[in-house]
């Protein structure tokens, strides 16, 4: 599943291409990418045709882009689920195998499609906080802000971090404590702050617990510069690119190699339905695996 920096590509792809272009035509090819639009395909039609797109924000994995002219007051939100893509493609290129949703544009140039092989993700026009600038939808803005967003309090989070019954791999994926980190950049950020995902929150020292959001933010920064991870074709941006962080993972799913630091073998385990990559020996099994 795309984690934050992969969704910013998306997002600054979507930024550079259909800003400021207003929408002339919608067409909903599969009723499932649009199924969180409680009036159904019709409705999403007849609320985004003939609206002006804002500039793509983002909060944590979430997308939306603020709407004007005829959608004052409401925005169009994106969710890429598993598989999800937002591509901007020349209205000549034929269609995707999986495409659910199009829009073309009054301008006649490149059209926005929305493709999801397995149709985890979908597009909904929401009303958005009123009186927010940047146009949040209603339904997500109770999510946390990331580590890369400008407002993001560090001091808040740490203490908070420290305040949880928890353990520290749950806590980074808590997206009402901090949004965007996912299971790769969690397992990656732990292995750089060399702590076991099992460790509770509360034996986490204030310095242990800033070094750790240092390197949750460092090693998504990275990933970003290089338009993300991807392990198969179901991630890429609007242009249809993939990234290329996946060569530089020290942990996920690295099973069976080299620890980086140490030359000890990584190890795999199972972890809430996924898996946790961690180095046995620098990432040591915590003793008091008290903390919920």
Known sequence: MPELPEVEVVRRGLANWVAGRTVADVQVLHPRAV????????????RLTGTTLGTAQRRGKYLWVPLSGTGAGFSLIGHLGMSGQLLVQDPAVPDETH????LRFADGGRELRFVDQRTFGGLAVEEAEEGDPEGTPVSIAHIARDPLDQRFDDGTFVAALRAKRTTVKRAL????????VGNIYADEALWRAKLHYDRPTATLTRPQAAALLAHARDVMTAALAVGGTSFDSLYVNVNGESGYFSRDLDAYGREHEPCRRCGTAIRRAAWMNRSSYFCPRCQRVPRDRSGG
């Open 35 to 46: 199924r969180r639009q409680p009036a159904g395909a019709a409705d999403f039609t007849a």
């Open 99 to 102: 495409l659910r949703v199009r």
């Open 173 to 180: 994926l808590d997206q009402t404590l901090i949004s965007g």
